[in-house]
């Protein structure tokens, strides 16, 4: 899918990757970027449509669909990290259901209530963005982890589900990009102009998944390796 004359609709466009993906998608001559927010006074870029969307609220979502019926791609970029726990301490079950109600069952409300308006629209794409973490796991980020790794096993049944109505579906998987996000973790981080640069232009080329940095092409391929990666904890090389 091309992003010139195209609408597009990111979620969690105020401020870190959403911003980029906002902002590139008028540099590459969408027609109309729809800057969706909890707040969209927080919208703050220049050439965007702020909209109002909680995508943890499937009426808020539903309005937003019908308020931006021209869209041709939808961006699913909102989801939050909630760091640390073990997955025995029964005390991190409220953050899990935060962010399952976020990573999964948002990015559910929006592909829902979009793929109408995408089929209308000549099928269109969604592209949603996913994580390194959907394949593998550590300490603190166990939590996190589980809702990529269901996040990602939606995007494949949402790609199956909408290929009848010709709308292509992108899941970008990536390590650690410089946002408020992974605030506080001592790792390195991509830039967010380089995860979006490449995210686009997988989708002008037609793929179904965008695999951004090394460490995910690597971790990819450790999928299948034996033992697999994702049998350990994956820790940082001393």
């Not at 790792?187 to 179904?208: C, F, N, R, T």
């Amino acid at each position: 899918m091309k992003l010139e004359h195209a609408v597009v609709f990111v979620t969690g466009a105020n401020r870190g990757l959403g911003l980029e993906f906002a902002r590139q998608a008028l540099a590459r001559g969408a027609r109309k970027v729809y800057a969706g927010a909890r707040d969209p006074a927080t919208v703050t870029l220049p050439g965007v449509v702020p909209v109002r969307v909680d995508i943890t609220d499937p009426a808020q979502v539903a309005q937003a669909a019908a308020d931006c019926a021209d869209v041709t791609l939808v961006v699913n970029n909102a989801g939050i990290a909630l760091m640390g726990g073990s997955l025995l301490d029964a005390a991190g079950n409220d953050g899990l259901r935060r962010m399952l109600d976020t990573n999964v069952f948002g990015l559910l409300n929006v592909s829902q209530a979009f793929a109408p308006v995408l089929a209308a629209n000549g099928g269109g794409a969604l592209l949603n963005v996913l994580s390194v973490a959907s394949w593998i796991s550590t300490p603190a980020l166990a939590a996190y982890a589980a809702t990529k790794s269901a996040a990602w096993s939606v995007t494949n049944g949402l790609r199956i589900a909408l290929q009848e109505q010709r709308t292509q579906v992108l899941g970008l998987h990536v390590g650690f990009v410089d946002t408020d996000l992974t605030r506080g973790i001592d790792l390195p981080k991509l830039a967010p102009a380089e995860v979006v640069d490449k995210g686009y232009a997988a989708l002008e080329a037609g793929a179904s998944e965008v695999l951004v940095d090394e460490l995910s092409r690597n971790v990819k391929r450790g999928l299948s390796a034996e033992p697999g990666i994702y049998l350990d904890a994956v820790r940082r090389p001393e």
